[in-house]
């Protein structure tokens, strides 16, 4: 499991799109494709009121098992994907649902199976930007996290490389080849 957060500024149509359908070269299939969390007119409306110019968080959480594989896992933990979704929200964000536009957009399309979490940066209620962690000091809470839920889950851990938006998603994918 691999935990990766990057600033995304790409207008929220465009990620929609890309999370729903692919690109243009790698179109997705339905099958492939599965809306976990949120509601997607629903995210695009709050996104479209409070600040078309908004900017979006993603986490990209990548598995190394298959969608099937990870909810056998669980299940010998006696928990579902859904709770273990929730659970990984609840340790990502310090914010509960009501405070936050979020949406997670599960895809088995490649190697690995992957959620992308999407944020708005702006909590509803005050209007002010979200604090998620992004200094190389606090990006350690993230690989504490993913040491942790795997070890509870006996999920495979991955080589997490040092956090950096620079650091492209195809090399952290790299490492849990």
Same mark, same amino acid.
């Not at 995304?8 to 099958?31: A, F, H, M, V, W």
């Not at 010998?76 to 979020?102: A, D, M, V, W």
């Not at 040491?147 to 851990?157: M, N, V, W």
């Given at each position: 499991m691999?935990?990766?957060?990057?600033?995304?500024?790409?207008?929220?149509?465009?990620?929609?799109?890309?999370?729903?359908?692919?690109t243009e070269?790698?179109?997705?299939g339905?099958d492939?494709?599965?809306?976990?969390?949120?509601?997607?007119a629903?995210?695009?409306?709050?996104?479209?009121?409070?600040?078309?110019?908004?900017?979006?968080?993603?986490?990209? *959480? %990548?598995?190394?098992?298959?969608?099937?594989?990870?909810? =056998?896992? #669980?299940?010998?933990?006696? +928990?579902? &994907? $859904?709770?273990?979704?929730?659970?990984?929200?609840?340790?990502?964000?310090?914010?509960?649902?009501?405070?936050?536009?979020?949406?997670?957009?599960?895809?088995?399309?490649?190697?690995?199976?992957?959620?992308? *979490? %999407?944020?708005?940066?702006q909590?509803?209620?005050?209007? =002010?930007? #979200?604090?998620l962690?992004? +200094?190389? &000091? $606090?990006?350690?809470?993230y690989?504490?996290l993913?040491?942790?839920?795997?070890?509870?889950?006996?999920?495979s851990?991955?080589?997490?490389?040092?956090?950096?938006?620079?650091?492209?998603?195809?090399?952290?994918i790299?490492?849990l080849?």
């Amino acid at each position: 499991m691999l935990i990766h957060l990057q600033p995304n500024e790409s207008p929220i149509r465009n990620r929609i799109d890309y999370l729903l359908n692919g690109t243009e070269q790698k179109s997705r299939g339905e099958d492939k494709v599965e809306v976990i969390h949120g509601d997607v007119a629903r995210f695009m409306l709050i996104h479209s009121v409070h600040n078309r110019r908004i900017k979006t968080f993603d986490f990209l *959480i %990548t598995f190394k098992e298959s969608k099937e594989e990870l909810e =056998k896992k #669980l299940e010998t933990k006696g +928990t579902t &994907l $859904e709770e273990f979704h929730r659970e990984i929200l609840f340790y990502l964000l310090p914010y509960s649902e009501e405070e936050i536009n979020l949406l997670t957009v599960a895809h088995a399309d490649t190697d690995h199976y992957h959620w992308h *979490i %999407t944020i708005d940066n702006q909590h509803l209620p005050s209007g =002010k930007a #979200l604090y998620l962690p992004k +200094t190389k &000091l $606090e990006i350690r809470f993230y690989d504490r996290l993913r040491r942790y839920i795997s070890a509870k889950y006996g999920i495979s851990l991955g080589v997490q490389q040092p956090y950096s938006v620079e650091v492209g998603t195809k090399k952290l994918i790299e490492k849990l080849k």
